[in-house]
């Protein structure tokens, strides 16, 4: 081997290296990248499970809203009837009082 030949390996191994160089670099940046765009999938995630809590609060809060809401009117409605039927009945009675059939 003459003094051309080593050196032609040598720039032959300069330039395998920074190749290799350029790779190691590129495998980095695409790990990087990678990582920030789980890191972002995680995040979005993580908001999306945060939005449906805040939703299935919601829904129970007006379900429960309804339940009462449903129950209030029920009763007032038995109320409302049991006070009209007393009063029909009382009205029966002053009838039959004063001498109706």
């Keep these: 081997m003459n003094k051309q030949d ?3 390996i040598k720039e032959e191994v300069a330039q395998l290296s920074t190749r290799l160089d ?4 590129y495998f980095q940046n695409f790990d990087t990248t990678l990582n920030n765009h789980m890191n972002d999938y ?3 995630q993580e908001s999306q499970a ?4 805040d939703v299935e609060k919601s829904m ?3 379900v429960r809203m309804f339940n009462w809401g449903f129950w209030v009117l029920f009763g007032l409605n038995i109320l409302v ?10 009205l029966a009675l002053e ?3 004063r001498g109706g059939t």
Excluded: T
């Design 50 to 53: 945060g939005r449906l809590v």
């Design 60 to 62: 129970r809060s007006m």
């Design 81 to 90: 009837l049991g006070a009209g039927g007393a009063l029909l009945v009382a």
């Design 42 to 44: 995680k995040r979005e």
């Design 22 to 25: 350029n790779i190691e670099g």
């Design 6 to 8: 080593v050196q032609g």
């Design 95 to 97: 009838y039959m009082k």
